[in-house]
């Protein structure tokens, strides 16, 4: 079987995508994660343009990897400078990494308007940086970057520097298609001919701007490339880099190539979203393979056959890269979606009952009014328990008050005050928060968890906001979803209206709600 | 040149997408958009599913188009039922489209499963179908589901499903990747194969679950295919269909084939957002060719080198689909790209000021506290005038309340109160309004106005919140974006608190000033 090796950048081209910024903290917890994934190779950053990285570099070689080698990346020299003075293969040289990743220039546009220098210097400075990082003795990969649209401006040229490299020493030359532009034929048909001039091991680089990164990247494998760059969830400047939670389990599942063993592929949606949370991104829902929508089934005839057949409308199994089936609730699925949800609810429903057609219409009445529960299916599991009379109170709310103050000197103050009715007795609590939705929770919690003692070990993990009618300004409808967790169970719960707080306490309310019928 | 027909299904399979649903009136609106974007057929939805498709084909037939033929959208008859009896096929007979679209089933499994018939009697269900839709004058396109699942299961059936069709008479045969697990290598194989044998025109749809859908569906155009099934931005089920808003520029910037002018593909990225927001769904940044991001450079290598010649990190230009360049300012960036913006702001900035280096520090400060101003041009804008010391105060604040009450009937009323001096003079006024930020900026405009009328004009568009840190619930920090127009200019203003209520004081304050700025 082909050996192919994964070689992530996250850390460094990921964190030139727009909104993304790392700080050594984040890129130590996510090079210890990748290395359990089982990655190869991690870039950890660009110790010559940026003082972090190097901070970075230092500490990570106290992180006792299994898997990773740790890549410190720079350039070519500059123009016109001995190797041993540059600032940039200085930066490499005194980390002592095991492997160095420099980028050069295949062409002439970038040579003329990016470097400045003569197409014959370029060549030199390539063969003086690799054969420089090899003499000190790490293993050395040569990214050569625009690859691709310099081979299509002039081959000679382009495969001159890849022999430059070569000739120096490298260990890898990894074929870059920086600009993202290139179709798989043009891809295909070039990596074929680079292979019979090149006999040093191949990789594969490419951004995502014509949406071909993972193809072109599977396409380069095909085609004889041994490495595989990219970033996790494809996060890179503009479009992005290729997305490696497409491409290895592309690799595994699909081209059978072993990159990395069963049970790790199986923890990848993990890995995913934790990266993101990490990035502070939102993931992405249709995210191929690991998003939270790549196996969720809506339309009723997809539904009604994935409940015989799973194969019938999923390309693998979930379970694979650890993700799972959802079953969504909306107005274009039908009774059968709603029989699968209370089946896994456990809540007995007969298929032709009054109660299947209530819910429906309440289902459809409410998400017309802004409400979605495929986010919150706390929420919806609420609801259906109050259509089948398996619901119960366990507070009445008589009223609540929510006060942000702000003087002349910028202090703020935020309270909330609110009476509840609770077996019989009548509460009347205040607390301050850091905000408002922050200060109504406190003040809830202390008027209720006198009485159900069992609230104190949940606690709100994730608070969403939405601007349902984004034409409106600050009149429009806002959604928010909340998120809570005790120390089992982990659920969503959902609120609407005009007014944020409103919406906020009707999340709070169904979540706190949630979490009492359970422990019943 | 090659003629090849752009298929959209945005208004059927996109909104099998999670999270979408449109409304009649939202379905004609992008019909109409999508005519004069030049595509060729517009799948409007499956009048035997769902009875709101039925009013759409209604309506659609007064809407004049220009370029589109409106196709509906069905499935072969039921097994053991005669077709002119059939209520699929009779829903689609009814609206006397001009062409209606019906798929069938491929692969044993599906025939086994999904329809619970033998495999003869499918081939019949496929023959009698297309036939009695053409012998009712319509174009049929023939949609051959799970074409390529089917194939690598048993050819010899899959292709004789196809001639079934092709003997009714169908116009086009599109082979489907339902599952979207297909890599682009099978892909151009079997279509390759396909046209041997099959001598009608050839479609191709395509699933994006392996993030293969826009290769596959152009490596499928260049290997024979004649029509491209996809939808706007890629939504669909799962991870959504293939995405049209790349396949359209990648046929026509990168393979030269002309399947809309150049002047409509100058629409392209318009027409992504405006049916984005139709679906209320975020824009995705990173989007290819019409996303936010894709031609926003951000490392300070990149921004350098685009400032001296474009083509260095742009694989087309953007103006080309509409989009337009971004120089991003953050961390990462230097001095190149604080020098761009000035210049986009006509701030003039010697290069080695003391005020760049200033502005660097505080920008640096401002998003290590959560700030970002990739969104948020005008609070960058007016960041720069302080530092310069251009920038002036229109107004101080010496207080405000903010009060939301809810009572025990559910009644809600949000007040603010606010202090200012405007001028010498102090003014304290009070405002009721939808919800605590809406009550705020009625508030503040109230005391503004009188002191500067040209407030009148101008309105908040778009109001956005982002929990920046979400692993802390509702004491985590947010972000408030807001979008603010007038009958010329739009800009975006920022503002961060753990306080929402503060945020958004923060970036409204921003957006006043920034509006009375402009004005002086």
């Not at 993931?283 to 969720?296: E, L, W």
């Not at 928060?433 to 006198?450: F, I, Q, S, Y």
């Amino acid at each position: 079987m082909k050996k192919v090796s994964i070689y992530d950048t996250t850390l460094r081209d990921g964190a030139q995508g727009e909104g993304i910024s790392f700080s050594v903290e984040d890129k130590l917890k996510i090079t210890k994660r990748m290395d359990d994934l089982g990655i190869h190779y991690i870039e950890g950053g660009w110790p010559g343009s940026n003082p972090k990285d190097i901070l970075f570099f230092k500490k990570a070689k106290n992180l006792r990897l299994k898997n990773a080698k740790i890549v410190a990346f720079g350039s070519t020299r500059y123009k016109g400078k001995g190797v041993s003075r540059d600032p940039n293969l200085k930066g490499i040289v005194q980390l002592k990494p095991q492997v160095a990743c420099i980028f050069g220039k295949s062409w002439g546009l970038h040579v003329k308007y990016a470097l400045g220098t003569t197409l014959a210097e370029n060549l030199k400075m390539i063969f003086d940086s690799v054969k420089y990082l090899r003499s000190k003795g790490m293993e050395v990969i040569y990214d050569a970057e625009h690859f691709f649209d310099g081979y299509i401006d002039d081959r000679f040229y382009a495969v001159e520097t890849l022999r430059q490299a070569a000739k120096a020493g490298a260990n890898n030359i990894t074929l870059c298609d920086t600009n993202g532009g290139m179709m798989p034929h043009q891809v295909e048909s070039i990596v074929k001919e680079v292979k019979k001039e090149i006999r040093i091991p191949l990789g594969i680089h490419t951004h995502n701007d014509s949406e071909m990164a993972v193809a072109n990247s599977v396409i380069a494998v095909k085609a004889g490339c041994v490495l595989v760059q990219g970033t996790i969830n494809g996060y890179g400047e503009r479009c992005g880099n290729a997305n490696l939670c497409s491409i290895i389990p592309n690799l595994k599942l699909k081209l059978g190539i072993d990159c990395i063993s069963d049970k790790r592929l199986g923890s990848l949606t993990e890995v995913s979203r934790y990266v993101s949370e990490i990035a502070n991104m939102i993931p992405r829902d249709s995210q191929p393979y690991v998003g939270n929508s790549a196996f969720a089934h809506k339309g009723g005839v997809h539904v009604s056959a994935v409940a015989k057949h799973p194969r019938t409308y999923e390309h693998v199994s979930p379970e694979k890269v650890g993700n799972r089936r959802r079953i969504l609730v909306s107005e274009l699925s039908g009774k059968s979606s709603m029989l699968s949800k209370a089946k896994e609810f456990k809540i007995d429903f007969r298929e032709k009952s009054k109660e299947v057609k209530e819910l429906l219409q309440k289902v459809k009445h409410m998400e017309s009014k802004g409400y979605q529960f495929e986010g919150a299916e706390g929420s919806f599991e609420l609801l259906m328990k109050k259509t089948i009379g398996k619901h119960k109170t366990f507070f009445d709310l008589s009223g609540f008050r929510v006060i942000v103050e702000k003087d002349e000197k910028g202090k703020l103050r935020s309270e909330a005050t609110i009476k509840v009715m609770v077996k019989g007795k009548e509460e009347h609590t205040a607390s301050e928060g850091d905000g408002p939705v922050n200060a109504l929770d406190n003040a809830l919690r202390k008027a209720l968890e006198r009485f159900y003692p069992e609230l104190k070990s949940m606690s709100l993990t994730d608070f969403k906001v939405r601007v349902i009618d984004a034409t409106e300004g600050t009149a429009a409808k806002v959604r928010v979803l909340i998120e809570s967790r005790d120390e089992r169970d982990e659920w969503g719960t959902v609120g609407v209206s005009e007014n944020i707080i409103e919406a906020s306490w009707q999340a709070l309310v169904d979540s706190i709600e949630y979490k009492l019928l359970k422990e019943e």
